[in-house]
């Protein structure tokens, strides 16, 4: 392996072929930057769904409610289906063992003032559970508690960015601000980690809200997670059977999609999974493909090169060189070439994707990068390519005739 009178000679039949090799090698390279590429790419792409469902648990549903498309029970279509309080007591019921957290949501718009400062910002009226629901971090004051809801208590939490808009450098626990020239105390600040815009949300408890629009027991969407317990044909049969009990109460028709809308993460998660693992297999299919083509030039290089050099093939066997030892010769040339041009890729691809990988963060990717796996896996391709490219030359060059080999001109 590392005898030097045979890193000489394939060093020498290096310099004597430098374009050929060159060539060869570069299609090799190419093809493993291509493959590293790819597959950063993909996981890039994963990086970026799974960031867009990282603000929520990702055990969550949300129920919607819309216009059935469907006449149904004597109920023409068209009709519009309204949630309401006695739905999340319901589910409550219904599911005690399938769901954990479970709130109501109801969404309004507000004009925020205090003192000069004016805003306009989201309010999304919720029971305390959707603070688990939506991963709030509260890093000031607290969040909405039973207690708000049962008082239906005028108070706020806060994001990041309307303390700052609103407040500047104040502290803004306990003070009061007017949303739509109601007065609110503010009893906490929270911040998301997965999206800034929803810093600019406010949430406040859902029956106060109720009261402030017409004392009504209406709600806009029911959030809710299941039992964490569950894996993917569990969770998805839990929303069947949600969606199937919400139905019948509301009297929607069990084919109608439109009445009652269920959205399960476990669904959306799956069918990422689904549409990105075939993103990653079509990715080692190119990279696969390009790398043979490399192989298939390195292998011709090397029959090209065995040709050149038969008389020498032919003198070392008449001085008792063995067939392993003309075969070694071949594969270990074959293997230097590969695996110097196919590194020389792998190290170009995955230096890019760690100095540009960082730097881009969009909705939908997301650092793409490769992992340790991926790197062992391409330097063992790289390996058993340079062997296989070697292989038939080698053979070749091991079947020729001492008598033959010194009568060749």
């Given at each position: 392996?590392?005898?030097?009178?045979?890193?000489?000679?394939?060093?020498?039949?290096?310099?004597?072929?430098?374009?050929?090799t060159?060539l060869t090698?570069?299609?090799?390279g190419?093809?493993?930057?291509i493959?590293v590429?790819?597959?950063?790419?993909?996981?890039?792409?994963?990086?970026?769904?799974?960031?867009?469902?990282?603000d929520?648990?990702t055990?969550t549903?949300?129920i919607?409610?819309?216009?059935?498309?469907?006449?149904?029970a004597?109920f023409?279509?068209?009709?519009?289906i309204?949630?309401?309080?006695?739905?999340?007591?319901?589910?409550?019921?219904?599911?005690?063992?399938?769901?954990?957290?479970?709130?109501?949501?109801?969404?309004?718009?507000t004009?925020?003032r205090?003192?000069?400062?004016?805003g306009?910002?989201?309010v999304?009226a919720?029971h305390?559970?959707f603070q688990?629901?939506?991963?709030t971090?509260?890093?000031?004051?607290?969040?909405?508690?039973?207690n708000?809801?049962?008082?239906?208590?005028?108070?706020?939490?806060?994001?990041r960015k309307?303390?700052e808009?609103?407040?500047d450098?104040?502290?803004p626990?306990?003070?009061?601000?007017?949303?739509?020239?109601?007065p609110?105390?503010?009893?906490?600040?929270?911040?998301d980690?997965?999206?800034?815009n929803?810093?600019?949300n406010?949430?406040a408890?859902?029956?106060?809200?109720?009261k402030?629009?017409?004392?009504?027991?209406?709600?806009?969407?029911i959030?809710?997670?299941?039992?964490?317990s569950?894996?993917?044909?569990?969770?998805?049969?839990?929303?069947?059977?949600?969606?199937?009990?919400?139905k019948?109460?509301?009297?929607?028709?069990?084919?109608?999609?439109?009445?009652?809308r269920?959205?399960?993460?476990?669904e959306?998660?799956?069918d990422?999974?689904?549409?990105?693992?075939?993103?990653?297999?079509?990715?080692?299919v190119?990279?696969?493909?390009?790398?043979?083509?490399?192989?298939v030039?390195?292998?011709?290089?090397?029959?090209?090169?065995?040709?050149?050099?038969?008389?020498e093939?032919?003198?070392?066997?008449?001085?008792?060189?063995?067939p392993?030892?003309?075969?070694?010769?071949?594969?270990?040339e074959?293997?230097?070439?590969?695996a110097?041009?196919?590194?020389?890729?792998l190290?170009f691809?995955t230096?890019?994707?760690?100095?540009?990988?960082?730097?881009?963060?969009?909705?939908?990717?997301?650092?793409?990068?490769?992992?340790?796996?991926?790197?062992v896996?391409?330097?063992?391709?790289?390996?058993?390519?340079?062997?296989i490219?070697?292989?038939?030359?080698a053979m070749?060059?091991?079947?020729v005739k001492p008598?033959?080999?010194?009568?060749?001109?």
């Open positions: 392996m590392f005898d030097r009178d045979i890193w000489q000679e394939i060093f020498h039949s290096i310099r004597n072929n430098k374009l050929r060159f090698g570069f299609s090799v190419w093809g493993i930057f493959l590429m790819l597959l950063g790419s993909v996981n890039g792409m994963q990086n970026g769904f799974t960031k867009q469902f990282n929520d648990a055990n549903i949300f919607r409610s819309g216009t059935t498309s469907k006449a149904y004597g023409e279509k068209d009709r519009r309204q949630l309401r309080n006695d739905d999340v007591r319901y589910i409550k019921k219904s599911f005690p063992k399938d769901h954990e957290q479970i709130s109501a949501r109801m969404f309004r718009n004009s925020a205090y003192k000069s400062e004016t306009t910002y989201n999304q919720v305390p559970d688990v629901i939506e991963k971090i509260v890093t000031n004051g607290r969040y909405i508690n039973a708000d809801l049962a008082l239906g208590a005028k108070v706020a939490v806060i994001g309307v303390a808009d609103l407040f450098d104040e502290d626990i306990g003070k009061f601000v007017e949303f739509n020239s109601l609110f105390r503010v009893i906490g600040i929270f911040i980690e997965g999206d800034d929803a810093e600019r406010i949430y408890p859902l029956t106060t809200y109720q402030i629009y017409g004392n009504t027991d209406e709600i806009d969407q959030a809710l997670t299941y039992n964490p569950y894996d993917l044909p569990k969770a998805l049969e839990f929303s069947r059977r949600l969606e199937t009990i919400l019948r109460k509301h009297q929607v028709a069990p084919e109608d999609q439109s009445g009652i269920i959205f399960n993460y476990a959306a998660f799956s990422i999974s689904t549409f990105t693992g075939g993103l990653s297999f079509m990715s080692v190119v990279g696969i493909l390009i790398l043979i083509a490399g192989i030039g390195i292998g011709n290089i090397m029959v090209f090169i065995i040709k050149e050099r038969t008389k093939i032919g003198v070392r066997k008449a001085l008792g060189a063995k392993s030892q003309i075969i070694k010769l071949v594969l270990l074959s293997v230097f070439i590969t110097l041009s196919g590194f020389i890729g190290l691809a230096g890019l994707l760690a100095l540009v990988g960082p730097n881009l963060d969009f909705p939908a990717f997301s650092n793409p990068s490769v992992s340790f796996s991926t790197v896996t391409a330097t063992i391709i790289l390996v058993v390519a340079g062997l490219a070697g292989f038939i030359p070749k060059a091991a079947r008598i033959v080999a010194l009568s060749d001109k």
